[in-house]
């Protein structure tokens, strides 16, 4: 089983068109886009996006768009999160139909379990999975905090490529680090503390931001990676203001979107019942982006 790298994961937003049904050659176009700055991978189906609004037929239609659109240039991971086992099972072998390349998986949402008792449900949709698996500790969402020796209760499985971590405790990079080993990748999940997470030995950032800013947040994650810390204090002064106000607005998809369609491809509205962001915001955004951009 050939598990994915680390590096940047770019987190699409799904296009609508004015019928509102997916529009696919807005997303394959900026997949390509994207992929061009050189980010690892695009994560299509993210959790706290739109992909719980999308039916069966169209999950399929935009896993197989991506993975043909990203080719062998990227590696694709697909969001296959659901409230049973079963349903998990389902949506990852769907995933590995279409041609993914991995899979990523929480606790169900809202489900408020017991950390041991979510850790055991992941343990059996892992233990037969074909797909390597990242594991999205989401506690905001899903009302489980699923800790670094809970988290290596999975490693048995042979499955567990990855984490994605956004409890935003201050130190759980490094604890993550230090319980799992080398062998499991450790993802930032959360847009606002990447740079703290690099600190910390982060092999990699899931980032919805990176699918609106692909070239910045690439730039971050190279300076880092390449331990060229100067430089990424200096890019991050200015990317974090934008990066804050995508993530501190709960009408981020929508900003996001509409942010995107004002500057390259449109993106449509979100699909209800996700909110939609106010002009203020989005012109704000704005202003912030051409600031940094300036300053590059």
């Given at each position: 089983m050939t598990k994915p790298t680390g590096g940047v994961f770019a987190v699409p937003t799904t296009p609508f068109g004015t019928d509102g049904a997916q529009n696919i050659e807005a997303l394959t176009t900026r997949v390509t886009e994207v992929l061009e700055t050189g980010v690892a991978g695009i994560l299509c189906l993210g959790a706290t996006g739109?992909?719980?609004?999308?039916?069966?037929?169209?999950?399929?239609?935009?896993?197989?768009?991506?993975?043909?659109?990203?080719?062998?240039?990227?590696?694709?991971?697909?969001?296959?999160m659901a409230y049973t086992p079963e349903r998990m099972s389902r949506h990852i072998a769907n995933a590995q139909a279409a041609g993914a390349d991995a899979v990523m998986i929480t606790p169900p949402f809202y489900g408020g379990l017991e950390p041991d008792t979510a850790a055991a449900a992941l343990h059996s949709v892992m233990t037969d999975s074909p797909l390597p698996v990242m594991v999205y500790n989401n506690p905001h969402s899903t009302g489980t905090d699923l800790l670094p020796e809970h988290l290596a209760t999975l490693a048995d499985t042979g499955r567990l490529w990855s984490v994605k971590e956004t409890s935003g405790e201050a130190s759980r990079v490094r604890e993550l680090r230090a319980e799992l080993g080398e062998d499991v990748e450790v993802f930032v999940g959360a847009d606002g503390i990447a740079l703290e997470?690099?600190?910390?030995?982060?092999?990699?950032?899931?980032?919805?931001?990176a699918w609106l800013l692909p070239e910045a947040c690439q730039r971050l994650w190279a300076h880092a990676r390449d331990g060229n810390w100067a430089a990424a204090v200096e890019l991050w002064h200015g990317l974090s203001a934008a990066l804050a106000q995508i993530e501190d607005n709960p009408?981020?998809?929508s900003l996001i979107k509409q942010a995107l369609s004002r500057r390259s491809i449109e993106q449509g509205p979100v699909r209800p019942p996700l909110p939609t962001a106010d002009s203020q915001a989005l012109e704000t955004l704005l202003a912030t982006i051409t600031a940094l951009e300036k300053g590059d």
């Amino acid at each position: 089983m050939t598990k994915p790298t680390g590096g940047v994961f770019a987190v699409p937003t799904t296009p609508f068109g004015t019928d509102g049904a997916q529009n696919i050659e807005a997303l394959t176009t900026r997949v390509t886009e994207v992929l061009e700055t050189g980010v690892a991978g695009i994560l299509c189906l993210g959790a706290t996006g739109e992909a719980l609004a999308l039916s069966d037929e169209e999950r399929e239609a935009q896993i197989r768009a991506v993975v043909d659109a990203a080719g062998d240039r990227a590696s694709v991971v697909v969001g296959c999160m659901a409230y049973t086992p079963e349903r998990m099972s389902r949506h990852i072998a769907n995933a590995q139909a279409a041609g993914a390349d991995a899979v990523m998986i929480t606790p169900p949402f809202y489900g408020g379990l017991e950390p041991d008792t979510a850790a055991a449900a992941l343990h059996s949709v892992m233990t037969d999975s074909p797909l390597p698996v990242m594991v999205y500790n989401n506690p905001h969402s899903t009302g489980t905090d699923l800790l670094p020796e809970h988290l290596a209760t999975l490693a048995d499985t042979g499955r567990l490529w990855s984490v994605k971590e956004t409890s935003g405790e201050a130190s759980r990079v490094r604890e993550l680090r230090a319980e799992l080993g080398e062998d499991v990748e450790v993802f930032v999940g959360a847009d606002g503390i990447a740079l703290e997470g690099f600190v910390q030995g982060a092999s990699g950032w899931v980032a919805a931001s990176a699918w609106l800013l692909p070239e910045a947040c690439q730039r971050l994650w190279a300076h880092a990676r390449d331990g060229n810390w100067a430089a990424a204090v200096e890019l991050w002064h200015g990317l974090s203001a934008a990066l804050a106000q995508i993530e501190d607005n709960p009408a981020f998809i929508s900003l996001i979107k509409q942010a995107l369609s004002r500057r390259s491809i449109e993106q449509g509205p979100v699909r209800p019942p996700l909110p939609t962001a106010d002009s203020q915001a989005l012109e704000t955004l704005l202003a912030t982006i051409t600031a940094l951009e300036k300053g590059d």
